[in-house]
């Protein structure tokens, strides 16, 4: 510690005794500590994990290396890390050691937040700042009515509507804060003996939900009929309320078949959405790159063809020699045609000398074939574009001249011959200010930003390949003929020629250089392509032409038509209906399968030996009933019992198209009889939200109150398994991902009342944020639960972190393995119906502080406990974990808070509170 640091610390407020350590990887190639060099970082272990996996590798190496040696001890099976490979891909400095506090400060905030920060000594006068913030009383609230029945506000819980379903458990609790009475779609929870067998929803014995059904083999938690699907699920129990098998043969995802031949059955079939899906291979919205067809007739079919890479669909032509549609070298052949294009991207159709085809590296160079710029733009394996590019110069270029060591194909950084960069990339985004890639074209401008968010090197166009191609001495963006990346000539262009005009000489509503003639030659008419022409190609005419039309990506376009299998004309699943008629369309956007309604699931439902789209009953998929009088869906009051169709009790329980008054008087609003005596009945009674409200007369609402979210205390449950202690996760920018999109991660966020606290770090000069927690999805049954499943499935996740949680140590060089990791369920919170809710996640936090009991978070307080903490870095790729234990004998009041400003504005506006 260096003098000046000494004197401040002499004054410095010790309002806690803080005790722990820290362990801190700082990464050498984004650090701005290592960066800047003030650090004394001589006695640090430094380890790099850049390199290929050593052949002397032993077990308990520093870097996470992707193999089968190194076995984790807390888990075996565990052959390589599974959970923090943080160190893969760059070098570290590991600084570690034990927390001696030279300052600590702990407040209460003006928001009645605990909040506490100590400062540590590195040396040099360095300073470790960390600070961590919680709400005392945090519990996310839902605002309601005072006097709502789905909630026990004074006593104990009842079924307020006679349904025999209680509060989180009544289905009127998911959608509202009143038990109202039964549930149309819920066969336990419609008010009626579905099975015959004497007993009634929540009094018959299968029925363990309102969500399940009156059919014991529909609600056992079994799969029945041994098709892999089971109970709410088996579209045997959708359709007639038995699993018995009686649909399994109906659809190729529910038939046991391998119907595509890719070795995977039904739901083990990831083409596969459901049991009624019936196309094995699985039909795909608008997937023109993953159809085997050559969409766009240029010649190369999916991933070959290079639209697949810069616009996700086959498009038509590009500047490439081998992709333009031309015969370039006059030998009658042209493109994918022509013996000398044997990849798309070839700026060339001439003959090579076959050294561009051997396998071999025929120049020594590191690059092979179809990688090597010589053969891409040129004849041969010749080393003639050899240094003209970074990573294609025999030079370590890396970190201005001082090298790592690796040079062109050898180093990793380097992706094609053509990069114009040997650096790692951290920070070569498409948003940053510059030319990251030195191609001469930034951001939008760099055709890398159509492909990724990367600005990478060269593309091999001849106004994107780092080359003089006219002998001018002006390459690329600086060349004046280069009116785009995109151009395949650096030809000039005169300035009288229509290509620079600003004007659609040829009026297929392209301009200059996004015309493709200029692309290709020197004139807007050069280029004739179906996105070009001038006419409505498609054969749904649309009125729209060329640049006008959505349906075009450019004008070397050669498809018109929609890119969307619910506007092709085609039956696509097999289902007998088409596009708007098929109601796969409304919910899924594209044509999938046979589905829950009479007229599009494959059955006779009607007996009359018409099934679906053959049925005349049927006039859409969408229809619930194959018979033609259908008293339940001609719009006509029947029985004039006020309910219409599906909202009449005959029509949605019984499903005969029949509308008869069959089930009347089984609740207050279907009766004929003004129960509440205001002068209107049943339907016409607006307390009647349904012919199954159990009352004509609806609770009074009182003024809005917060409530728990979930009827439960989550500070209470986080807490069950501490002894002597309330955790409280620091879970500030937590996310949960699409569990629907594994594969394309969309992140849900989420919302600021969930964030229980946070925390914040600065490592010398580099910054620190926590690690968000993540969520572990647990794909259990929404609309009939299993508790037993559930247990086990969060026990999974639990069985997980103990071999996580050590692998820090492990394999990360730390002296410390005391890191944990918590697992909380979420089995506790009221289900909801939805199959990614947040009750069928399983929460994985890295981050808490935990309070011991007997402690008083207020000002005048004393506090003890414990915390952890798991951190990144803000701008850099460095990691720390710091733990520690705290006792706090008197907590301040925070000298610099202010009013809170929204409840100002609430007396302002006398707004009722409700937080």
């Known amino acids: ?222 799969d029945n009929d041994g098709d892999g699907m089971q109970d709410a699920n088996d579209f045997d129990c959708v359709e007639h309320g038995d699993e018995d098998g009686a649909t399994n043969d109906l659809y190729e995802c529910s038939n046991g078949l391998d119907d595509d031949g890719d070795g995977d059955i039904d739901q083990d079939d990831s083409a596969c959405g459901d049991n009624q899906d019936n196309d094995e291979g699985g039909y795909t919205d608008d997937d023109r790159c993953g159809d085997d067809i050559d ?23 590009t500047p490439y020699a081998c992709n333009d549609g031309v015969d370039n070298d006059g030998d009658t052949f042209v493109d994918a045609d022509d013996a000398d294009c044997w990849m798309p991207t070839r700026m060339t159709e001439e003959a090579d000398d076959g050294t561009c085809v051997d396998g071999d590296d025929n120049d020594g160079d590191g690059w092979i074939d179809e990688e090597d710029p010589d053969c891409i733009l040129g004849t041969a394996e010749d080393d003639t574009y050899f240094g003209t590019w970074a990573c294609n110069d025999g030079l370590d270029n890396e970190d201005d001249g001082a090298g790592d060591g690796d040079m062109d194909a ?69 060349d004046v ?34 015309d493709g003639g200029c692309l290709l030659g020197d004139f807007e008419a050069d280029v004739t392509t179906v996105c070009s022409d001038g006419a409505d190609n498609e054969d749904t005419v649309d009125g729209l032409i060329d640049a006008d039309d959505t349906d075009c990506v450019w004008s070397l376009d050669e498809i018109e038509e929609a890119d969307d299998l619910c506007a092709d004309g085609y039956d696509n699943d097999g289902d007998g ?43 859409s998929g969408g229809d619930i009933l194959e018979t033609v009088d259908n008293q339940c869906g001609d719009n006509l009051d029947n029985d004039e019992d006020g309910w219409l169709d599906l909202d009449d009790p005959d029509c949605a329980i019984l499903g005969d198209g029949v509308e008869a008054n069959q089930i009347f008087g089984l609740t207050e609003c279907n009766d004929g009889t003004d129960n509440d005596g205001d002068g209107a009945t049943d339907a016409v009674d607006s307390d009647c939200d349904s012919a199954v409200d159990t009352a004509e007369a609806k609770p009074e609402a009182g003024d809005p109150i917060a409530v728990e979210l979930d009827q439960a205390n989550v500070l209470d449950k986080w807490s069950e398994d501490e ?149 990144s870095g803000y701008e850099a790729g460095s990691y720390m974990i710091v733990r520690g234990t705290f006792e706090v004998p008197e907590i301040q009041e925070e000298k610099w808070g202010y009013d809170s400003l929204e409840d100002d504005l609430r007396e302002q506006n006398n707004t009722p509170v409700c937080e």
């Open 577 to 619: 209906w088409t596009d708007a008629f098929d109601p796969d369309c409304a919910t899924d956007g594209y044509e999938v399968g046979f589905s829950t309604a009479a007229c599009n699931d494959g059955l006779d439902n009607d007996l009359d030996g018409n099934i679906d789209v053959d049925d005349d009953g049927c006039s």
């Open 1 to 222: 510690m260096n003098w000046i640091l000494l004197l401040s610390a002499g004054c410095a407020p010790q309002d806690a005794t803080i005790a722990g350590s820290f362990h801190t990887w700082l990464a050498a190639s984004s650090s701005a500590t290592v960066d800047e060099g003030d650090l004394n970082l001589k006695n640090a272990d430094h380890f790099d994990c850049t390199t290929d996996v050593p052949e002397d590798r032993v077990e308990g190496a520093l870097c996470p290396w992707i193999d089968d040696e190194v076995v984790n001890p807390n888990n075996e099976e565990a052959t390589s890390p599974e959970y923090f490979t943080f160190l893969y891909g760059d070098d570290y400095f590991l600084k570690e050691g034990s927390l001696d506090a030279w300052r600590s400060e702990a407040i209460i905030t003006y928001e009645g937040d605990f909040q506490l920060t100590f400062h540590h000594d590195l040396g040099n006068g360095q300073d470790y700042r960390v600070a961590m913030v919680f709400d005392p009383e945090f519990q996310p609230t839902e605002c309601i009515s005072e006097g709502a029945t789905c909630y026990a506000l004074d006593g104990e819980p009842t079924d307020d509507d006679g349904d025999g379903w209680v509060d989180g458990l009544d289905p009127d609790c998911m959608t509202g804060a009143f038990e109202v009475g039964y549930n149309l779609q819920y066969a336990c929870n419609d008010g009626y003996d579905n099975d015959g067998d004497g007993n009634t929803d929540a009094d018959d014995a299968d029925c363990t939900s309102p969500w399940a059904t009156e059919n014991g083999s529909c609600s056992d938690s079994e």
């Open 723 to 871: 002894d002597g202690a309330t955790i409280y996760y620091l879970n500030a920018g937590a996310n949960q991902q699409n569990p629907v999109k594994p594969d394309d991660p969309e992140y849900w966020y989420l919302p600021q009342e969930w964030f229980s606290g946070y925390a914040h770090s600065k490592f010398a000069a580099e910054e620190f944020d926590i690690f968000a927690p993540d969520f572990e999805y647990l794909w259990q049954d929404s609309q009939d639960p299993d508790a037993d499943a559930y247990e086990a499935a969060v026990q999974e996740v639990r069985d997980a972190a103990f071999g996580w949680q050590a692998e820090p140590h492990v394999f990360n060089g730390s002296d410390w393995d005391g890191y944990e990791i918590k697992v909380e369920g979420n089995e506790w919170r009221v289900v909801d119906q939805v199959e990614a809710g947040l009750d069928n996640w399983a929460e994985v936090h890295h981050n808490f502080v935990r309070i011991n009991d007997g402690s008083n978070l207020e000002v005048g307080g004393k506090a003890t406990g414990d915390f952890q903490l798991f951190m």
């Open 410 to 478: 050898e180093d990793s950084h380097c992706k094609s011959a053509m990069q114009g960069t040997e650096e790692s990339g951290t920070s070569n985004n498409c948003e940053a200010a510059g030319d990251e890639d030195g191609d001469g074209w930034e951001n939008e401008l760099d055709p890398d930003c159509l492909l990724s968010n990367k600005e990478k090197g060269y593309l091999g166009f001849a106004c994107n390949d780092g080359v003089d191609n006219d002998g001018d001495t002006f390459v690329d963006a600086d």
């Open 295 to 317: 969409n766009d007739e240029d010649g190369w079919v999916d991933g070959d063809d290079p639209d697949c890479d810069f616009f996700d669909t086959e498009a038509g032509w």
């Open 481 to 514: 003929d280069c009116l785009s990346p995109w151009r395949a000539s650096e030809e000039e262009i005169d300035a009288g020629t229509d290509c620079t005009n600003g004007t659609d000489d040829d009026g297929d509503g392209w301009v200059d250089a996004d």
